[in-house]
């Protein structure tokens, strides 16, 4: 993991206009705990569905109405990933989010931006195994490739999301398939995979196309959903949800026709 950050962290002192911009958003937010002020500004927030907050952000909603805008997050971040939202920047106003393509999370070990949130909207016990902060359960969110556009499903070699992935071969893997069109060379298809991703970024900071090819989404949207329906027989935690379903029987009109008719029944054809 180590060998995907940069060699040097930026210990230098935050610049007066980074220092201005925490300084005003913190005062405001102190100002508007009750929330008052900040109701007016939530509105201009149309892409918040789309940000990417810290590790250990709470679900969006509950992230909204937890963080106090204070921005201790932001300065804590060794790397300069997490930025402050701003007037103009059509998001919740003085909350912490990132842009993978510009600078990923370099998932920091001792995760500095989240114990010391004072609120809980980074919620540290996310993060903890064995006592311990644990970076790699982190959940920003999810890696999605587009595959049309992704040079290695046209065959060119290109495993760059793959070697800056911090869980090598865990959270990317990469499927060798033939190149039919040539009949010598193989495809190496990155596969991202969703229980083990984190969301840091770093795959799509990485990626040598001109618009990534691989980019992170929050997890609310990248997946499906397959409802509550559907079982998997081979997954016994999942088989479980059977033991009180009740069945449900539907009466239409084609039920008053046996299997074989309605099978048979061309409509409106002639």
């Known amino acids: 993991m180590s060998e995907n950050r940069p060699?040097?962290?930026?210990?230098?002192?935050?610049?007066d206009r980074r220092k201005f911009i925490l300084d005003m958003a913190r005062g405001v937010g102190i100002a508007s705990i009750g929330g008052?002020?900040?109701?007016?500004?939530?509105?201009?927030?149309?892409?918040?569905?789309?940000?990417?907050?810290?590790?250990?952000a709470l679900k969006e909603k509950e992230f909204l109405k937890t963080c106090i805008k204070c921005g201790l997050c932001v300065e804590a971040c060794p790397y300069d990933t997490l930025l402050l939202a701003k007037p103009g920047d059509n998001k919740p106003l003085g909350t912490p989010?990132?842009?993978?393509?510009?600078?990923?999370?370099?998932?920091?070990?001792?995760?500095?931006?989240?114990?010391?949130?004072?609120?809980?909207?980074l919620d540290k016990s996310s993060l903890v195994v064995d006592n311990k902060l644990d970076i790699n359960k982190a959940d920003m969110g999810l890696a999605?490739?587009?595959?049309?556009?992704?040079?290695?499903?046209?065959?060119?070699?290109c495993d760059a999301c793959y070697r800056a992935c911090p869980l090598l071969g865990e959270a990317i893997t990469v499927v060798y398939e033939k190149n039919e069109r040539t009949g010598k060379h193989a495809?190496?298809?990155?596969l991202v995979h969703a229980n083990i991703c984190t969301g840091c970024g770093?795959?799509?900071?990485?990626?040598?196309?001109?618009?990534?090819?691989?980019?992170?989404l929050p997890r609310e949207v990248a997946?499906?959903?397959?409802?509550?329906?559907?079982?998997?027989?081979?997954?016994?935690?999942?088989?479980?949800?059977?033991?009180?379903?009740?069945?449900?029987k539907t009466t239409t009109k084609i039920s008053k026709k046996s299997a074989l008719d309605s099978l048979n029944d061309v409509g409106d054809l002639y």
Not at 7 to 15: N, R
Not at 36 to 56: H, K, M, Q, V, Y
Not at 144 to 157: K, L, M, R, S, Y
């Open 97 to 121: 989010y990132f842009i993978p393509r510009e600078t990923p999370c370099y998932m920091c070990p001792d995760i500095p931006c989240v114990p010391i949130c004072p609120t809980g909207a």
């Open 187 to 190: 495809f190496m298809k990155p």
């Open 7 to 15: 060699k040097t962290q930026k210990k230098e002192p935050l610049s």
């Open 36 to 56: 008052f002020i900040w109701s007016a500004f939530i509105d201009e927030a149309t892409a918040s569905g789309l940000l990417l907050r810290p590790p250990g």
């Open 144 to 157: 999605v490739i587009d595959d049309e556009h992704c040079i290695a499903f046209w065959g060119i070699q």
């Open 223 to 248: 997946l499906g959903r397959a409802g509550n329906y559907y079982i998997k027989g081979w997954d016994a935690e999942d088989e479980k949800r059977l033991e009180n379903a009740s069945a449900i």
């Open 202 to 216: 770093l795959c799509e900071n990485a990626c040598v196309t001109e618009k990534a090819s691989i980019f992170v």
